[in-house]
């Protein structure tokens, strides 16, 4: 069975850019979720996607994130424009029930280097 | 709010010694409490949860964590380090409400040859 896939891997890009993340979750897996890790700081929840919908996006940091994941299964995280603070790594995770006791799986991260 | 602290930054150690990495833990209602690994350039790799009955829990590479109500603790434990061993440890805990997980700040583990 194939993990969650993320792509790029690494992208780095001007000050004022857009990038745009994609997610490919376990297939089957309706819980998709973006975390990120910002200058080596904690881990942060951005938003959690039940199929094709928004469950929770408490934390998202500001409009300039916009996340979307139609026909509920790949998902792209889009940053416009990016500022030098979202530089960090993008992480999404899937997970195949909607419980508390859930494991999530987590794919590889997106390095991202805004100059 | 669900809170995990894991108290040290870096845990070193030899070889064949045994390792822990230390995490308590802050929840209302039930403890699930997980632990994740990032090796180098790599993602988050899942080792193991607790979410009831036996406080000692086994997981993947030779990993065990033992859960303490007490001491609202949730350490992770391998008696014997290995090199491999060397990477960076997340202990995690979902929201009550939601499912959204909050980690730790991370303890980078070193194992010297």
């Known amino acids: 069975e194939a993990g969650v896939t993320q792509f790029p891997s690494h992208s780095v890009i001007e000050k004022g850019q857009t990038v745009t993340l994609r997610c490919d979750p376990i297939?089957?897996?309706?819980?998709l979720y973006w975390y990120r890790r910002v200058m080596g700081k904690e881990i942060k929840f951005l938003l959690h996607f039940v199929k094709e919908s928004k469950q929770d996006e408490s934390g998202m940091p500001n409009n300039r994130f916009l996340a979307e994941r139609t026909g509920g299964t790949y998902s792209t995280l889009k940053v416009q424009p990016a500022e030098l603070e979202d530089s960090g790594v993008y992480f999404c995770a899937s997970s195949q029930e909607g419980h508390l006791t859930d494991t999530q799986y987590f794919g590889p991260g997106t390095r991202l280097t805004v100059l | 709010a669900q809170s995990v602290a894991q108290p040290e930054d870096q845990v070193n150690v030899a070889e064949g010694n045994p390792l822990t990495v230390k995490c308590t833990y802050s929840v209302s209602g039930n403890p699930y409490l997980f632990w994740y690994v990032q090796y180098p350039n790599r993602g988050l790799q899942f080792l193991l949860k607790y979410i009831t009955g036996d406080n000692l829990v086994k997981g993947s590479y030779g990993f065990e964590a033992e859960f303490n109500k007490s001491q609202t603790s949730f350490h992770l434990k391998k008696p014997s380090a290995l090199v491999s061993d060397s990477a960076l440890y997340f202990c995690?805990?979902?929201?009550?409400?939601?499912?959204?997980?909050?980690f730790g700040a991370g303890t980078t583990v070193t194992v010297r040859a």
């Open positions: 995690a805990v979902p929201s009550n409400n939601d499912y959204k997980l909050s």
């Open positions: 297939s089957g897996h309706d819980n």
